[in-house]
């Protein structure tokens, strides 16, 4: 059985950095053909996707937050790591972490992240 | 960018009773399409990838159809579970979804 969770905090200041990190379990991340992204949903809103990064270290980003965004993959610890520059109160959300694999999806339980002085 | 359009935004229907929903994007995207299910307080669920291949797990009575730019997601017969917030999402230039459509009971 396939087990993502996030960790991170759960309050940071405006222009801060967000750290998140998300654990899987179950699945080696280094399988070919599996994918772990980030997703993120502002209260009452709709899905967002962020970055996505593959087993053979493949990154893609959200054209409209590239500049703020970078992940990185540690298969040893089968970990991925998002990083989000200069939060804003707008970036106020529950973050996601999601690992594709052929025919499904795992989703973790989400992070409630606020952006507040 | 590729734009999706879900609609209707909201649907009132009975259990027993069929569910149609409808996505349509802003250019053809082939068969690039899935739909999430997602209840309150839950992460979103894949019940549909490649426009009409259901994922593990998921029910017999969810089906998916389209390609191109129109798309849909029919729900044979309503189970009270069913009753939730379903989005589409492309895969064909980088990822988006659509906005949703609630499924409520009435």
């Known amino acids: 059985q396939i087990t993502v969770k996030e960790s991170g905090p759960t309050l940071v200041k405006p222009r801060q950095t967000l750290t998140l990190t998300c654990t899987v379990s179950?699945?080696?991340?280094?399988?070919?053909?599996?994918?772990v992204g980030w997703i993120r949903q502002p209260p009452g809103k709709a899905l967002e996707w962020l970055t996505l990064i593959y087993w053979d270290d493949d990154k893609h980003y959200s054209p409209s937050l590239k500049r703020r965004l970078s992940v990185t993959k540690d298969s040893s610890k089968n970990q991925v790591v998002l990083v989000m520059t200069n939060m804003e109160p707008v970036d106020t959300a529950t973050y996601y972490c999601?690992?594709?694999?052929?025919?499904?999806?795992?989703w973790g339980q989400g992070i409630l992240v606020a952006v507040s002085s | 960018e590729i734009v999706l359009t879900q609609s209707p935004a909201s649907l009132s229907l009975s259990p027993g009773e069929r569910a149609t929903l409808s996505c349509r994007a802003s250019q053809s995207i082939s068969n690039n399409l899935a739909w999430f299910q997602q209840k309150p307080g839950q992460a979103p669920r894949l019940l549909i990838y490649d426009a009409s291949n259901r994922a593990t797990g998921i029910p017999g009575r969810f089906r998916g159809s389209g390609s191109g730019t129109d798309f849909t997601l029919t729900i044979s017969s309503l189970e009270p579970e069913d009753f939730a917030v379903y989005y589409c999402?492309?895969?064909?230039?980088?990822?988006?979804f659509g906005q949703g459509t609630r499924l409520e009971i009435k």
């Open positions: 999601a690992v594709s694999i052929p025919e499904t999806m795992a």
């Open positions: 999402q492309q895969r064909s230039d980088w990822l988006t």
């Open positions: 179950g699945f080696s991340l280094s399988t070919t053909g599996v994918g």
